[in-house]
């Protein structure tokens, strides 16, 4: 079994801290690229920007498996200079208005340090403070002397964090299935052809794996993600019995959601890997949402796909929490069903 130990969690955070906001990836595709060079017999950066990793397998046409996870997160984009340190934004990706005032931020190559601000509370009236205050009322104010250009990304800047059993931190979407596909490229087994895309832009319409699939033409394929968990109790104190997920319950296997239905042969073939190893699992509740999964499985002559995420609390939000031992039970809930793939999987449905 593969173990999560303090190389994983340095990699996570860096990940993590980096900033790669949608359509301006380049600070994690630099840190991917340098991790997975020692490992890959194929390396390639594709015209959208995302990394194409190939590791041969064994035989004469070993089943070619692809791995997808994002390298984009949600922020935002500034579209015009106020004067005096004031900047307009749009948000990019889906952020929550409610999550903004007041939260400090990053902007820009240099990451530059400012906060969106807003009319003080003091100076609203009761009918403003019933709703949520627009995107197009904030601004990010970065001081007098701050400077940002147009189309320069942004976003939370808050810092990675290990506090007992849990990691905290912006970006865990999908950073930790980032560092996972680093991990199993790095356990690549022979009965296969790993294919892994560290995918772009997925938080704005799952755009690089749609391309990516297209350059790898796998057999099947697996979005490895980070779906968010609705475990917290109800407004009156009560158990909650309407969860998708929880944390602390192991990889989530997904069955259905908004962009995909996933393959009932491969669902069934991680959950038999699951029990046979003894690795905590539990099936994603069908509901709202999506992963690249659901642009993989539309590509060329169609691709049989299945998702499989860590739990995470607050997605979208300046800070996600997540569990180590859920983050440990998914990658070895992959890696065992990677090492025991074989073209029988998809002879029969």
Partial sequence: MLSIGQPQIKLLEKLCNAMSVSGAEGEVRRIVLEEVKPYADEVKVDALGSVLVRKNGMGKKPLRVLLDAHMDEVGFMIVKDDDDGFFQFEVVGGIDPRHLVGKQVIVGKDHAVGVIGAKPIHLTTSEERQHTIAVNALRIDLGPEGKANVGDRATFATKFK???????????????????LIELLKHAPTNIELCLAFSVQE???????????????????????????????????????????????????????????????????????????????????????????????????????????????????????????????????????????????????
């Fill in 162 to 180: 290990r506090v007992g059993p849990s990691i905290m931190s912006k970006a865990i979407d999908d950073r930790i299935g980032v560092a996972m």
């Fill in 203 to 349: 938080e704005i319409g799952l755009r690089g794996a749609k391309v990516a699939a297209h350059y790898f033409e796998p057999d099947l394929a697996i979005a490895v993600d980070s779906t968010p968990a609705r475990d917290l109790p109800d407004y009156e104190g009560k158990e909650n019995f309407t969860y998708n997920t929880q944390l602390g319950l192991g990889p989530a296997i997904y069955m259905a959601n908004s962009s995909t239905m996933d393959d009932p042969r491969l669902v069934r073939f991680l959950a038999e890997t699951a029990e046979k190893h003894k690795i905590q699992f539990q099936f994603r509740q069908p509901g709202g949402g999506g992963t690249n999964a659901g642009a993989i499985q539309q590509s060329r002559v169609g691709v049989p796909v299945v998702s499989v995420s860590v739990p995470h609390r607050y997605t979208h939000s300046p800070i996600s929490v997540s569990r180590i031992e859920d983050w440990k039970n998914t990658l070895n809930l992959l890696n065992e069903a990677l090492k025991n793939m074989t073209p029988a999987l998809l002879a029969d449905r």
